[in-house]
């Protein structure tokens, strides 16, 4: 089994800055991509930031140029960097990590239970 916490949430006033980081812990062969997603109320859930195993990164067209996302492998550790803070970036960011779990090539598409980050105006 993988499990993923996130630590990092809170409240923030506009314009301000937070750092999300997400531990994926079990059995961990390697893990593929490492992303975060985002559900604000009433919303679908959206994408954030991904970064593939190649270290490429993407973003939702939301947070380009604002947010950052990174990736400490040795540590199975993503992080999400969120500077310019709006109060529309006010959601639940849920980490995503696809993780190679058996030596045979099965993976499995684990989440993280999510972290509130509020930005008030």
């Known amino acids: 089994q993988v499990q993923l916490v996130e630590s990092g949430g809170g409240s923030v006033q506009a314009g301000g800055s937070v750092r999300l980081s997400c531990a994926a812990s079990g059995i961990i062969f390697s893990i593929n991509t490492m992303g975060w997603y985002r559900q604000a109320p009433g919303k679908q859930r959206e994408l954030v930031a991904v970064?593939?195993?190649?270290?490429?990164?993407n973003y939702g067209d939301s947070v380009k140029g604002r947010f950052t996302i990174s990736r400490d492998n040795a540590k199975n550790t993503a992080y999400l960097q969120m500077n310019s803070l709006k109060p529309e970036d006010t959601a639940v960011y849920y980490c995503n990590a696809l993780v190679l779990v058996s030596r045979s090539g099965k993976t499995l598409n684990a989440w993280g239970q999510g972290t509130l980050v509020t930005v008030f105006s």
């Open positions: 970064s593939p195993a190649d270290g490429s990164t």
